[in-house]
């Protein structure tokens, strides 16, 4: 079983298939194509994406309908190539994770990056971070209270 280590939560060990895989990496992080999401009960519903590479580089992350109930994604066929997505329509949280990257900043409210969420295909384990311009979303959507 691989192991990795983490600066947040010391050695790990994962199944491969549980890898989550960015082909191109996260924009700024074009290096960083291996992550493990990592859930805790004492955090959920947020979500940790640990680098693989990287021990000290690890991303806060909300379910994106979490922060927005009424959250549409739109995929390009590009899109949906990279990920290799099959399904037609994908069902979030069966056949598709949304997640929206936090941004918490010491003692200013936290905020989503609904704009550019990162989305999961849950079958191929794919991943890529999906601009959504046409949407009105912005970077720092508000994180309700409950989260923060």
Request: hydrophobic residues 50%; without cysteine; proline residues 7%.
């Amino acid at each position: 079983m691989p192991r990795g280590e983490t600066t947040q939560f010391g050695v790990i060990d994962y199944e491969e298939a549980a890898v989550v895989h960015f082909p191109a990496g996260l924009p700024a992080f074009d290096e960083e194509r291996r992550f493990l999401l990592i859930e805790q009960t004492e955090t959920a519903p947020v979500v940790f994406l640990q680098s693989l590479r990287t021990p000290s580089l690890v991303f806060l992350a909300l379910p994106a309908r979490l922060v927005d109930s009424a959250f549409q994604l739109t995929l390009s066929d590009d899109d949906r190539a990279a990920i290799n997505l099959t399904q037609a329509e994908p069902v979030e949280g069966a056949g598709l994770i949304s997640l929206a990257l936090l941004k918490v900043r010491g003692g200013q409210a936290v905020t989503a990056n609904l704009l550019a969420p990162v989305v999961i295909a849950a079958e191929s384990r794919r991943a890529l971070q999906v601009l959504q311009p046409e949407s009105g979303y912005r970077v720092d959507m508000p994180v309700g209270e409950a989260v923060a």
